[in-house]
């Protein structure tokens, strides 16, 4: 089955909004708030129940995990390059508090592309009007 893609899909990604509706929010909180991984149990718009089945989002740590390796990546290549190969802990000490810093937003992309990408939600004309 060929999914349909939205106009506003890749934003709704972007905005952490509910795949079936794209408007209602995922999250009760913004990314950089002490309460960044609580997350709505329905869609405040269109009621859908985000958690499809008893530990659906413990896939997301696999996505997770890619996220995190990819920006350690870029950021070891990036650092090969810009600072010509320096020393160890100049690699750790640049990796590391970025690795700290992103992680509320890879716990929430993670989901949200678990959701978007993993799961048989797919966009519905009928609950974006409400």
Not at 75 to 88: A, C, K, Y
Request: charged share 15%; glycine share 8%; net charge positive.
């Amino acid at each position: 089955m060929c999914d349909k893609l939205t106009p506003h899909k890749g934003l709704a990604i972007l905005q952490g909004k509910c795949p079936r509706c794209q408007s209602g929010k995922m999250f009760k909180h913004n990314a950089m708030s002490t309460g960044f991984m609580q997350m709505f149990g329905d869609c405040p718009v269109c009621q859908l129940h985000f958690e499809i089945e008893p530990g659906f989002f413990w896939g997301a740590m696999y996505v997770s995990y890619a996220i995190t390796v990819a920006i350690m990546l870029i950021l070891g290549i990036g650092t090969l390059i810009l600072l010509n190969d320096p020393d160890f802990w100049v690699y750790i000490g640049i990796i590391i508090p970025a690795f700290i810093l992103a992680s509320p937003f890879t716990y929430r992309y993670s989901r949200i592309l678990m959701i978007y990408l993993f799961s048989p939600i797919r966009f519905e004309e009928k609950y974006a009007n409400k």
